[in-house]
């Protein structure tokens, strides 16, 4: 009787303490309307600047800890903040076109992360599969999160997505060169 009370107890105190350092898996979904994602391009004698808006994105956690994401990108949406008028609206058409992100056939671009690993007790280098036109290439870049909210910078060589449009690789003349990568900044909120 004595043992079969002490292995009751056993199980019990086993029992709970499991249950009480279970860490659940949970899906934080992103605000899009309240996140914000920032390009920009570089190009001989400056830059441009602007946004694009996200479609959808969630951040997966174990616990506390950075384990996933997934981001819709609705490049439709792209748009030039540092000119006003006519120019805005020529540039904005432009990255629009085939010439660039060709929106009309791939309005979307998405970014899956496919490695996290923990480089500090907020941040995190990432891993991801980022598709623009239908073209998937990894990509690598840092993430911090503080509570509902995390940022993220990362390069992005365009061409190898097929936007060569003004690329040095492609022989351009000087005037005209775009550099091959261009910049993303990107706050979300939770």
Known sequence: MKKKIM????VTVVGSSATANTIEKETKEVKTTESTVTWKGYKVGGSH???IALQSGALQFDGEKLIGGEFVVDMTSISTTDLE???????DGHLAS???????NHPTAKLVFTKVKA????SYAVTGDLTIKGTTEPVSFEVSVYGDKA???LKVDRTKYDVKYGSGIIGTAKDKLIYDEFDLVVDLQM
Not at 7 to 10: D, G, M
Not at 98 to 104: E, I, K, L, R
């Open 85 to 91: 008028g006519d120019y805005k609206n020529k540039l």
């Open 151 to 153: 940022t993220a910078s």
């Open 7 to 10: 292995s009751l107890v056993f």
């Open 98 to 104: 085939d010439d660039f992100f060709g929106v009309a």
């Open 49 to 51: 600047t602007g946004t």
């Open 119 to 122: 480089t500090g007790k907020n």
